[in-house]
Nanobody, 121 residues
Framework: RMVESGGGSVQAGGTLRLTCVVS????????VGWFRQGQKNERASVAR???????IYDDSVKGRFTVSQDDTKNNIYLQMTNLRPDDTSLYYC?????????????????WGPGTQVTVSS
């Protein structure tokens, strides 16, 4: 249902755009989130976008990352600029029914396999 692409290796200050292709969602209201692998196998929220277009960001990426969707809402993008070495991680997209606000990654039932982002200094 969800497949990420667009990861790669860049130098600090570089740019990448990740794409999440979403299929099979029938919920009338839902949220798609971008997460990255953190310590102890936790997944840290990076950015989330609701199907009505509302977006929220983690403080660590505000002003550098932008989440968006196309008109079909089947493609969710994460534009990442001014990348830093501490952005290096495995990035996932995930979907849940309902809103984007105030929910742990554990409440997202559908996940893609992830795409690796590596930023060198």
């Amino acid at each position: 249902r969800m497949v990420e692409s667009g990861g790669g290796s860049v130098q600090a200050g570089g740019t990448l755009r990740l794409t999440c292709v979403v299929s099979g969602i029938t919920w009338s209201r839902y949220c798609v989130g971008w997460f990255r692998q953190g310590q102890k196998n936790e997944r840290a929220s990076v950015a989330r976008i609701a199907n009505d277009g509302g977006a929220i960001y983690d403080d660590s990426v505000k002003g550098r990352f932008t989440v968006s969707q196309d008109d079909t809402k089947n493609n969710i993008y994460l534009q990442m600029t001014n990348l830093r070495p501490d952005d290096t991680s495995l990035y996932y997209c995930a979907a849940r029914e309902g809103t984007c606000i105030g929910f742990s990654y554990r409440t997202f039932p559908h996940w893609g396999p992830g795409t690796q982002v590596t930023v060198s200094s």
